[in-house]
């Protein structure tokens, strides 16, 4: 084989992206982002148990190239913030990367240190460059692998494994479970499945908000988890989850031990459990005692240490603003009075109760709470309201909604599901899926407006956003 030398300037790019991608590998597995690695990890490995080391690396590089945290901020965003020391060549690769093509391709063409792929999905081929030799490699003209590649110039490169598919029917087997997996990770399946855990829950326990101890929290969870997956039928097909799964993939489901409970789960005295349409299931530390706050018509004399509580509750972004939301259904002129002592402001109303919360769970630096509040009232079309005609609180969802363990086992399922499926199609994993809590449900009207609201204080994933290019890179894609 043999191929065009490769210039200096060419031979510079591919070391310094190389560099790049180590150095954003040591970022997610060492860095601040080790714990959510680690957790991710452990969650696939929990439903998937990967027979070798490559579907365990999978994970890593679905996690640096695919992760989304609760705002939309990816690994490669977390990395671009702490490394302000990256030359702006550097900023516009990675930010390029974002755009990664995870795929299957047929090998069209193999020289010494490139090859030219085709995407079986658009039909685009693509120019793939590598530092090192390929005349030792095992690809060939005409085969088939799965593989992720990264927007380099005008070029391509690998971010790390490639699977080599038996033939295209194997091929194209993968992409059509990976379009089946993208539908399930959509917006509006995370949506009906997270319905289908409320009516699942009060079906279970005769109701859609329970309080348990922080003792009983984990068994109490793990007892929905054993009846959501093996003992809840489908009104259709009268299978249950694992039923399904076994006849899908041909293995049994295996259902894990719920892990530990957090440190602000496991402290409290009692943790209700709130099904909520759009919020799925949340776990509320001592949210009993906080409701008896605005039930009482006397905090001080009975809830002594009401206001850190209420302050908890206002700042913790862990704790979703659903917890507010169904007090101020309730009690809304006492929500008005209670929040009017704590933030020490009489002319606090309910107009601004979702701008207040967002002030304190997702702080931007240099905006002052009265800025915040205009904003607000500039995303929502608030005249000037009375304080003595306090308004229903408009619908919002939590900037950082406390995930439910079922939510997360739920989509740790889909990653084992996707497992077993590549080894039935002869192919080895490329990457887990997305968790389906990592990604934002839709929302109904008022949530968006909300969620528009706090894009604010994101200017990492204003920068992603005008990076997409992977449209514009497809469609001028040459095609052979």
């Not at 490639?162 to 399930?184: G, I, N, T, Y």
């Not at 995303?379 to 000037?384: A, L, M, Q």
Request: proline share 6%; aromatic share 8%; hydrophobic share 35%.
């Amino acid at each position: 084989m043999s191929s065009p030398s490769q210039s200096p300037n060419a031979l510079i790019d591919l070391k310094r992206a190389e560099q790049l991608k180590q150095e954003l590998t040591e970022f997610a597995t060492s860095g601040p982002l080790r714990e959510e690695y680690e957790r991710q990890r452990q969650l696939f490995l929990e439903f998937a148990a990967p027979s070798d080391e490559h579907e365990a690396e999978s994970v890593l590089d679905w996690f640096i190239f695919e992760w989304l945290d609760d705002y939309g901020q990816s690994a490669i965003d977390y990395f671009l913030s702490e490394r302000e020391d990256l030359s702006e060549e550097d900023q516009e690769t990675l930010l390029d990367w974002e755009d990664s093509i995870n795929s299957a391709f047929e090998i069209r063409s193999l020289a010494k240190n490139s090859l030219r792929l085709k995407d079986l999905e658009s039909d685009d081929t693509f120019d793939v460059v590598t530092i090192a030799s390929l005349d030792g490699s095992p690809f060939k003209r005409g085969q088939y692998i799965v593989t992720r590649l990264l927007p380099l110039g005008d070029k391509y490169i690998f971010s790390g494994l490639q699977f080599v598919m038996p033939d295209q029917e194997s091929a194209e087997m993968w992409l059509e479970m990976r379009r089946a997996f993208d539908e399930m990770d959509s917006p509006e399946a995370i949506e009906q499945a997270q319905r289908e855990q409320c009516r699942a829950f009060c079906d279970l326990f005769g109701r859609d908000e329970m309080t348990v101890s922080s003792n009983e929290l984990k068994p109490t969870l793990q007892k929905f988890q054993n009846y959501l997956l093996t003992e809840r039928r489908d009104p259709e097909t009268g299978m249950t989850a694992a039923e399904v799964f076994r006849q899908e993939f041909g293995r049994e489901l295996q259902v894990p031990e719920m892990p530990p409970l957090p440190a602000p789960l496991a402290d409290a005295v009692e943790v209700t459990i709130l099904c909520d349409d759009f919020d799925g299931i949340v776990l509320l530390p001592d949210y009993t005692k906080f409701r008896s706050i605005f039930e009482s018509s006397n905090p001080d004399k009975d809830v002594p240490d009401w206001r850190d509580l209420v302050w908890k509750y206002i700042k913790d972004p862990d704790i979703p603003i659903v917890a507010f939301e169904r007090i101020a259904e309730q009690f809304p002129q006492r929500v008005e009075e209670v929040l009017r002592k704590t933030l020490d402001d009489k002319n606090f109303s309910l107009d601004h109760l979702y701008a207040v919360l967002l002030h304190y769970k997702e702080p931007v630096e240099g905006v002052d709470l009265e800025t915040d509040e205009m904003l607000w009232d500039l995303f929502e079309g608030n005249g000037n309201n009375s304080p003595n005609k306090p308004a229903k609180p408009k619908s919002a969802t939590s900037g950082k909604a406390k995930t439910s363990a079922a939510k997360k086992q739920s989509a740790a399922t889909k990653a084992s599901a996707k497992n077993v499926a590549t080894k039935k199609s002869s192919a080895k994993k490329t990457g887990a899926k997305k968790s389906a809590a990592k990604k934002t449900p839709a929302l109904k009207a008022g949530r968006k407006t909300r969620a528009a609201a706090s894009t604010k204080s994101k200017p990492a994933a204003k920068a992603k956003a005008g990076s997409k290019r992977r449209a514009s890179r497809k469609s001028s894609a040459k095609k052979r």
